[in-house]
């Protein structure tokens, strides 16, 4: 992992707050914004948005001339940029242009307010911590996964063993307990929101302890960790070296629970293919044809739930066999009946 | 020629299979059923005698033939007859009858040969009713003797949960199957 | 109805009438629809528990066949092997599902055991409407 050669500005008031990523910071920097490419009448009512906001979000902002050193630019797609440095950056679109596919700061045209709250709060957050360069093939698990969610701190707290109950405070959602003991967890919002809630930036987490009054009275409603386990694992990336995955074999020891989990068709090919012999990321890749990154997402979350083992390399185990070529494996020995059965049934 | 994969759905009487089947075939089901006199062992009115029948279509005219096999034991006769020439098994436990896990053992013993090529998978229904045995004290069990199978927690009313079962077996048999060397 | 004492008896009755009267047929028995024993006559090799799951079954296949076909109803089955028949059909008698199985060998008539089958069946039928309406 390369350190960022663009330095981020932060103001000295808020280096205390620098090593805890959430919360809200006890005194607030002024950052500034480029806006390039708007018309008269668009900047003044971004200026007016700007000026309504000046309390209201986590950081002071501040509208700049568009050839100065900033902190956010944004601009129209297409137009040209100055040189001078802006450590983050993010399109302005109307409504009716269609979005890249890639995630990323976004200024929709014309503008509410709320969503310009959003999207400042959302870079003071981005900025707070140093942009890293991935490595090509893990950009789209990078992008996907900006290792800020509750889902990301879940899976950090979650990959060694939970010493203790949790209680997540999250912000425009309501509060999440895990139960460490009963291996249940419940919420006070509706469970839809849960993926939702789940990537937030914004939120508070304490540990708790198992007796705690709190806790006691909502565990009886509780669903099974594993519910909210498997989600994180597929959301978030997995601390796993190339050079560690390439030496590791795994194995299915239990089937997760797939009516009651929410997955995709993959996520079954994947259970099927492990759960015959124990297998290398690429073995799996070769057997299935899928991308490196479900793999790993998958496998996060199997690992998480404690659905799968891990062998190394020369373990006694099933009879070894010849890598198939992707296009064969897809199609199988049974004609893809897998893929045309998704097909008819509209899974 | 059109291909035909015959999946098998058996499981112990009021478990659900004849819905199951309802819940996943194009074509009305077609049903051998007759009034249960049994009234003492299980409450229903009617009981699958021969089997039930359902079908989905695939492209290219392929079908996937369901055949429901009455969950009794003067039956097994029965589940003889199809077992040779099923793809797999779906079998469905009711977990509110008095020994579900009593039955999985059961099962596992009939279907010998399915069990031995791994082409099973479980789906538990009226979880709702009862709780318990959760779906991991059916994993222990299987792993007790050394199985990996997919245990569900089932609604057979439920089409895309069915589906969801129906998938997961048609994975399994083709990850096993591209697997012998 | 199947621990009617009574019934199973007049069952038994017309059973060993069926078979001593008629020749060739070896074994009958009376069976529920979901293939429990009523009664029955048996030659000592047969599993009478195996052949009521086995006629209720396939009469309830072939009903099913016949429906499909559009072929209106099914009035009996004559399974043909090497050593004789197995006739199976149903008895007549509204609120019980009864299915009458008759075993013949070489030396039987098929037309004639399927008229005594009938016969047979219809008398059973008719004996539990009298002791309905009794």
């Not at chain 1, 050839?67 to 450590?87: K, V």
């Not at chain 1, 099974?224 to 590791?248: K, M």
């Amino acid at each position: 992992m390369q350190a960022s050669s663009i330095d981020y500005r932060i103001s000295a008031n808020t280096a205390a707050d620098a090593g805890s990523p959430h919360g809200i910071a006890a005194s607030r920097s002024t950052l500034r914004l480029a806006v390039l490419g708007l018309s008269p009448g668009e900047r003044q009512l971004l200026r007016a948005i700007v000026d309504v906001l000046d309390s209201r979000t986590e950081a002071r902002w501040e509208l700049v001339d568009d050839d100065s050193d900033c902190d956010l630019r944004l601009h129209r797609p297409g137009i040209d940029l100055p040189h001078a440095p802006a450590a983050l950056t993010g399109l302005v679109l109307s409504e009716d242009e269609s979005m890249p596919a890639e995630p990323g700061v976004r200024l929709i045209m014309p503008p509410r307010v709320m969503a310009v709250m959003e999207l400042l709060n959302d870079a003071h957050d981005r900025l707070r911590q140093p942009r890293v360069e991935p490595a090509v093939d893990e950009l789209i698990e990078a992008e996907a996964d900006d290792g800020k969610s509750l889902a990301s701190a879940l899976a950090r707290l979650l990959e060694n063993r939970l010493e203790h109950s949790l209680r997540a405070r999250i912000v425009g959602h309501g509060t999440l307990f895990l139960c460490r003991q009963a291996r249940t967890f419940c919420t006070d919002f509706p469970l839809s929101q849960l993926q939702d809630a789940l990537s937030q930036h914004r939120f508070v987490m304490t540990s708790i302890p198992d007796d705690l009054p709190e806790l006691r009275s909502v565990i009886g409603e509780g669903r099974p960790i594993d519910e909210v386990l498997w989600t994180i694992g597929l959301a978030t990336s997995w601390e796993r070296s190339p050079e560690r995955l390439s030496q590791a074999r795994f194995r299915l020891r239990r089937w997760p629970n797939l009516t009651r989990l929410s997955h995709r068709p993959e996520h079954i090919q994947l259970c099927a293919v492990i759960s015959t012999r124990a297998m290398t990321v690429a073995e799996i890749a070769s057997a299935t044809g899928l991308p490196l990154s479900d793999i790993r997402h998958f496998l996060h979350a199997c690992e998480l739930c404690g659905l799968s083992e891990e062998c190394g390399m020369d373990g006694a185990d099933l009879l070894p066999v010849a890598a198939v070529p992707a296009t064969q494996a897809r199609s199988g020995a049974l004609g893809g009946l897998f893929s045309r059965l998704r097909q008819s049934l509209g899974l | 020629m059109s291909q035909e994969y015959i999946v098998l759905v058996a499981g112990p009487m009021g478990a659900g299979k004849t819905t199951a089947i309802a819940a996943l075939s194009e074509i009305p089901v077609v049903r051998t059923e007759a009034r249960n006199t049994d009234l003492a062992r299980h409450s229903k009115a009617l009981t699958t005698v021969a089997l039930d029948y359902g079908e989905i279509t695939l492209s290219g005219h392929d079908k996937v033939r369901l055949y429901g096999v009455p969950g009794q034991d003067r039956f097994d006769f029965m589940w003889k007859i199809l077992e040779r020439r099923a793809l797999g098994l779906m079998l469905l436990l009711d977990n509110a009858a008095p020994d579900p896990i009593g039955d999985l053992d059961r099962y596992l013993k009939v279907f010998a040969d399915l069990d031995q090529r791994g082409a099973m998978v479980i789906g538990v229904t009226r979880t709702d009713v009862n709780p318990q045995p959760d779906t991991e004290t059916y994993n222990e069990r299987l792993r007790e003797s050394g199985r990996v199978l997919p245990v569900f927690a089932l609604d057979a009313r439920e089409p895309r949960q069915v589906c969801t079962l129906l998938g997961t077996l048609v994975a399994l048999v083709e990850a096993r199957a591209t697997t012998v060397v | 109805m199947n621990d009617d004492p009574h019934l199973r008896q007049a069952c038994q009755q017309q059973i060993e009438t069926l078979v001593q009267q008629t020749l060739g047929v070896v074994s009958a028995s009376v069976v529920s629809g979901d293939g429990f024993e009523v009664a029955s006559l048996l030659r000592d090799d047969i599993s009478g528990d195996k052949l009521a799951a086995m006629a209720s079954s396939l009469l309830a296949l072939s009903e099913a066949v016949v429906q499909e076909l559009r072929m209106n109803s099914c009035r009996n089955i004559i399974i043909e092997s090497d050593r004789g028949h197995v006739v199976a059909l149903r008895i007549p008698a509204s609120e019980h599902e009864l299915l009458l199985c008759v075993l013949c060998n070489d030396s039987a008539s098929l037309g004639a055991v399927l008229f005594a089958a009938r016969s047979t069946a219809q008398d059973i039928g008719l004996g539990l409407e009298q002791r309905a309406d009794a």
